[in-house]
């Protein structure tokens, strides 16, 4: 406006509008205040994007609560999402799906031991996967072996072929985190063949492991083990470039490393995995797992009932409707 009207004083163009020139001033230090805000988190989330590309929103935002503090910048989640998205920085889903069970086999299958437990600590129930890492210098296979309770990968290991030694090499690595003499331990996977192969049921028997598997071919059965295989590669493997199986290695290595001590947790109100998996009794845990056995009852009214987790003495109660969060003090 001023420079369409230079002749006119900024006291009368401001009268105009029914303003003084104090508050065009004031206006007028806010935007670039606002602007100078905007740069900072900006630079920050692309600070933290180096190492976690494909992030959440809502965990860059847990992330960024020290920094926010720090520079006393009062940002809620709502603005800091439209900041995002105003900059093209959300992310968009990925769907990518390889078959990588083989389920119909001539060796034996286990039950599936966890259907109505609960993890009640670390190293009490492990949740395996087997998962396919297309790449541009070929297709290799990752095995996965995450603690249910804490969502830590204590064992991995990456191969190009789908054989049982290979995943056999990821249990081994698991084993080694364990205390001598420990007890109780459930190793929960799919029906596939490098799981049921004796190989792979004699090494867990070795550590009298409980082995349990999945009993059809719904992906709830592993539903943790799944999330696991997509947080891994949607957020961190399918970024990079990859020259060959020992370049696939390190690369595997430093992202499980990122994942396990920097990346916060939603089922775990937004602890990383290792400070839950070293510290249990030391964390108040708000438990955000869900039953997937739900089956409704012959009368139709009560869908689940909500059980005290095994060994903790905590109760809550069954509200028809109500989704059920428990925070216990571990």
Request: hydrophobic share 35%; charged share 25%; net charge positive.
């Amino acid at each position: 406006m001023k420079q369409r009207f230079k002749s006119i004083g900024l006291a009368d163009l401001c009268s105009w509008f029914g303003i003084t020139r104090q508050a065009y001033y004031q206006r007028k230090r806010h935007g670039y205040q606002q602007a100078l805000v905007a740069e900072m988190v900006i630079s920050e989330i692309k600070s933290i994007r180096t190492q976690h590309s494909r992030l959440g929103g809502r965990k860059l935002f847990h992330k960024m609560e020290s920094f926010l503090e720090s520079h006393q910048i009062k940002i809620g989640r709502d603005a800091f999402f439209d900041l995002m998205r105003e900059h093209q920085l959300l992310i968009q889903p990925r769907k990518r799906y390889h078959i990588t069970t083989n389920s119909k086999h001539w060796m034996r299958k286990y039950p599936n031991l966890i259907r109505n437990q609960e993890p009640i600590g670390p190293n009490h129930i492990w949740v395996c996967d087997l998962t396919y890492w297309k790449t541009a210098s070929g297709h290799y296979y990752i095995s996965f072996i995450t603690d249910a309770f804490s969502r830590k990968i204590v064992g991995y290991h990456v191969a190009d072929n789908m054989e049982a030694i290979e995943s056999v090499a990821a249990l081994k690595m698991a084993k080694k985190t364990l205390k001598s003499g420990h007890t109780g331990l459930i190793h929960h996977s799919d029906r596939g063949s490098q799981y049921c192969s004796a190989t792979y049921v004699r090494e867990l028997q070795k550590q009298n492991i409980q082995v349990s598997m999945t009993e059809n071919g719904d992906p709830l059965e592993n539903a943790i083990a799944e999330r696991i295989n997509g947080i891994i590669k949607g957020e961190y493997l399918n970024g990079f470039k990859i020259n060959n199986l020992s370049h696939a290695q390190e690369v595997l290595k430093a992202v499980v490393k990122l994942y396990n001590e920097e990346r916060p947790h939603s089922s775990i109100s937004l602890y990383t995995p290792a400070m839950v998996h070293e510290n249990p009794l030391e964390k108040q845990i708000q438990r955000l797992w869900k039953n997937y056995y739900r089956k409704e009852n012959d009368s139709g009214n009560e869908i689940e009932k909500c059980k005290p987790i095994l060994g903790l003495k905590n109760e809550c109660k069954f509200v028809p409707g109500l989704k059920q969060k428990n925070t216990v003090k571990l």
